[in-house]
């Protein structure tokens, strides 16, 4: 069964997308990157042309010409009385992800796999054999994996025992099977203003109602803002990534650790913290896991971004009662973790500091790289380096980020546009840009988009009125 998104809604998620040029080319292409950043899924139904021309307060022949050109560039299909739906091109071949297909996929926040990754693979195969009377459904981990990454919290001084770890493939995987094991219908969800993409759609799916609170570069998180939506709303379940934040690449502190752990027990929350990114360390030095300040914190950790995102190996550290639920209810999400991932991957949680240490050496020279090149070519865009992490969190100033999109995509270079990281279309003149690519790739990028920027308008938001009217 199609999606249908409301009139209301879709005028939400567009956000501010009038441009200087016609508004009919500009609502089509701004419909256009919702649809490939992910934003909105092919085979969604869109609101008939009344509707959205409501909501928008267009005219209808506006709207009208927006699908005709959707329809046109191969973006809609249209029937006769069941309404229009989007359409991916290429969805039937598999390279429907937003950068699938392109020579510079920029639309993922990844790096190059560790060595080490092929001769933990080769160790397990050997070590396959002994376990194929296993029936191979395993619901929780194998119990090696399971004390490695045990024993990988308790060298970061938080004490943790192997019955407090729950193996899953992958952290989005983890993040999925907590949200349907705890959230309840009417609940509410804070999360972080900007925040991980795939965390909004988690939630969006569940139908949870989504607070948010800032993250700046500038003055990191607005506990203020957090505490006052705790007090005021209670929501069940906060969502946060305090080390190396994604997108903007910021750490909390520890004070900030301590406020946000107590207004979240004080007001019965539970804290979701996704440390995905927690050893990407570039300059900054250790820091506690947030758990270390409250035992109520769920913590949810992977391999995909240190190790390989190939590895899909995620693990939930939790209460023993908070795992016997996940336990109970994770059937109805899968039947398991594959034991030879889980083989592969114990091996490489035992060598964590000597794969934390190798990918901060190489994160920063790209890291620098990036930054350096985008001084060269882009001097206008406030470029803030992070202390880790894998991305750059980039102010461009008054471009709009979604234009962009779409002008490098014709250039070979997906990207995700800042919105994609915000709720109801915020960060249109910020991108996020990864730096865990080759050399090569790296310098290919930044060409696009020094050619491209002069081509490219700005964002509405910050355009004199009379040019959006």
Known sequence: MNTLVTGRRLARELGEWRSTGPAYRALADRIRVLLMDGRLASGTRIP???ELSGALGLSRTTVAAAYSKLRDDGYLASVRGSGST?????LERGDHAPGSGLPLDFTKAVTLAYPGVAAAYAAAIEQLPAYLAHDGFDMVGMPDLREAIAQSYR????PTSAEQIMVTTGAQHALNLVTRSLYSPGERVLVEQPTYPHALDTFASVGARMLSFPVSQ???WDLSEAQLQLRRAAPSMAFLMPDFH????????????????????????VLIADETTALLDIDRGALPPLACFSPGVITLGSLGKIAWGGLRIGWIRASRDVLARILRNRPAQDLGTPLLEQLAATSLVRELPVLAASRSRDLKLRRDMLVQLLG????????AVPDGGLSLWINTGTMSTSALALAARSEGLGLVPGPRFGLDGAFERFL???FGHDVEQLRDAVKVLGRISSRVGPDPLRMPLQAVI
Not at 252 to 266: D, K, V, Y
């Open 246 to 269: 994604n997108p903007t690449g910021k750490s909390m502190t520890i004070p900030e650790r301590e406020f946000l752990t107590a207004a979240a027990t004080r007001e019965g929350t």
């Open 155 to 158: 060298n970061r001084g938080l």
């Open 218 to 220: 500038d003055g990191g």
């Open 86 to 90: 989007l359409v991916l091109p290429g």
């Open 48 to 50: 008939a042309e009344r």
């Open 432 to 434: 996020r840009l990864p």
């Open 376 to 383: 060269e070519q882009l001097p206008e865009w406030d470029v």
